[in-house]
């Protein structure tokens, strides 16, 4: 169970993965061993799956982001086509998604040039994938990992009031 001190922790780490136990202590006013025993027990539960750095995808030269859509043409091998896409580098996302395609890719690439050989060389090369849709993305206004965090009570879903019989009028 994730409790409101849990949820500070993980509010501050998801803020800055760089913040010392110390200062995350202070903040919370914890014991610093005790702030690191709950970090390790949201590691060791897989709450907190890992820390990463955040790089400026443009200063590594990848300045395209486009959303690949994927239809497969064999339903018995969709998760086996899943993990030959998640293994391509440019990938960063892979979903499997209801519809007519069967997932959706987020992938990152220098420009159109390369975006063309990633689908051709790449994706297409994969024998289960049927077809690709692509949308490229023109500018990003808001990109970001974090996750809302609130307290466990205030996630419930919140009842919908009955609604009195309303006498609707109709137009013809």
Same mark, same amino acid.
């Given at each position: 169970? /994730? +409790?409101? &001190? +849990?949820?500070? !922790?993980? &509010? !501050?780490?998801?803020?800055?993965?760089?913040?010392?136990?110390?200062?995350?202590?202070?903040?919370?006013?914890?014991? %610093? =061993?005790?702030?690191?025993?709950? /970090?390790?027990? *949201?590691?060791?539960?897989?709450?907190?799956?890992?820390?990463? &750095? @955040? /790089?400026?995808?443009?200063?590594?030269?990848?300045?395209?982001?486009?959303?690949?859509?994927?239809?497969?043409? +064999?339903?018995?091998?969709?998760?086996?086509?899943?993990?030959? *896409?998640?293994?391509? %580098?440019?990938?960063?996302?892979?979903?499997?998604?209801?519809?007519? +395609?069967?997932?959706?890719?987020?992938? $990152?690439?220098?420009?159109?040039? =390369?975006?063309? @050989?990633?689908?051709?060389?790449? !994706?297409?090369?994969?024998?289960?994938? $049927?077809?690709? #849709?692509? &949308?490229?993305?023109?500018?990003?206004? #808001?990109?970001?990992?974090?996750?809302? *965090?609130?307290?466990?009570?205030?996630?419930?879903?919140?009842? !919908?009031?009955?609604?009195?019989?309303?006498?609707?009028?109709?137009? %013809?």
């Amino acid at each position: 169970m /994730i +409790d409101e &001190t +849990d949820l500070r !922790i993980l &509010t !501050i780490l998801q803020q800055n993965a760089r913040t010392s136990n110390a200062e995350i202590a202070r903040q919370i006013e914890m014991a %610093p =061993s005790a702030v690191l025993e709950r /970090i390790r027990r *949201l590691e060791s539960r897989g709450v907190i799956q890992g820390y990463e &750095t @955040r /790089i400026n995808p443009e200063a590594m030269g990848l300045g395209l982001v486009a959303f690949i859509f994927v239809a497969s043409s +064999d339903m018995s091998e969709e998760m086996k086509t899943a993990e030959q *896409l998640a293994r391509i %580098p440019e990938v960063q996302e892979v979903h499997h998604i209801a519809g007519e +395609d069967c997932f959706v890719l987020k992938v $990152r690439v220098p420009n159109a040039k =390369s975006l063309g @050989r990633l689908l051709r060389e790449r !994706i297409g090369a994969i024998p289960t994938v $049927r077809s690709t #849709r692509t &949308t490229v993305v023109l500018e990003t206004v #808001r990109e970001s990992s974090l996750f809302p *965090l609130r307290a466990p009570e205030l996630a419930a879903v919140p009842e !919908i009031p009955e609604v009195e019989d309303v006498a609707l009028e109709v137009f %013809p």
